[in-house]
T-cell receptor
Framework: QKEVEQDPGPLSVPEGAIVSLNCTYSNSAFQYFMWYRQYSRKGPELLMY????GNKEDGRFTAQVDKSSKYISLFIRDSQPSDSATYLC??????????FGSGTRLLVRP | ETGVTQTPRHLVMGMTNKKSLKCEQH?????MYWYKQSAKKPLELMFV???????ENNSVPSRFSPECPNSSHLFLHLHTLQPEDSALYLC?????????????FGEGSWLTVV
């Protein structure tokens, strides 16, 4: 079993839709949770960073962490074609090592 | 502009060549990383340097040789690579190697081994 599971997609939605991206994990020691966005042929860009459980909102983006279910989500409201990218979840415990999901490809259709 | 600059952006090399990837960070960070990203696979951590000292070698074959002359610069020396080494190589940095520090990536170097 992989430490972090992420549906590869692709996920195709119309412009303006609410997008939900998810990851599950198996290591209950994970405390730090991140979402990165990666455009084609570019490096990953940090979108959201959350410590422990709860929600965090930044503009159209909301990150949720449910440690009891070992489940994290990223919601994108009013999705735009410019949101089309691969979204990577990443997490770590008290050590330095960051574990990534394999990424979900999102396509927002105009 | 992420503050982490990688060169070259694209590299094609033969299996007998020797080449190097370069990374420079302008963020004042003390930890630098090399990651490998292959198609449909999660990012793989290769090497970690913290205050210029290598603290992690994630079972990487010796045909990949890192060098960190100072906290701002990181190199990945490549020799006698295999076609399966073709991938996107990402450099990253963080404040230091602590648990809460976020990692910032460069744009990557696309490597094709022929």
């Amino acid at each position: 079993q992989k430490e972090v599971e992420q549906d590869p997609g692709p996920l195709s939605v119309p412009e303006g839709a609410i997008v939900s991206l998810n990851c599950t994990y198996s290591n209950s020691a994970f405390q730090y949770f991140m979402w990165y966005r990666q455009y084609s042929r570019k490096g990953p860009e940090l979108l959201m960073y959350t410590y422990s459980s709860g929600n965090k909102e930044d503009g159209r983006f909301t990150a949720q962490v449910d440690k009891s279910s070992k489940y994290i989500s990223l919601f994108i409201r009013d999705s735009q074609p410019s949101d089309s990218a691969t979204y990577l979840c990443a997490m770590k415990d008290s050590s330095y090592k960051l574990i990534f999901g394999s990424g979900t490809r999102l396509l927002v259709r105009p | 502009e992420t503050g982490v600059t990688q060169t070259p952006r694209h590299l094609v090399m033969g299996m007998t060549n020797k080449k190097s990837l370069k990374c420079e960070q302008h963020l004042g960070h003390n930890a630098m990383y090399w990651y490998k990203q292959s198609a449909k696979k999660p990012l793989e951590l290769m090497f970690v340097y913290n205050f210029k000292e290598q603290t992690e070698n994630n079972s990487v074959p010796s045909r990949f040789s890192p060098e960190c002359p100072n906290s701002s610069h990181l190199f990945l020396h490549l020799h006698t690579l295999q076609p399966e080494d073709s991938a996107l190589y990402l450099c990253a940095s963080s404040q230091d190697h602590g648990s809460g520090n976020t990692i910032y990536f460069g744009e990557g170097s696309w490597l094709t081994v022929v």
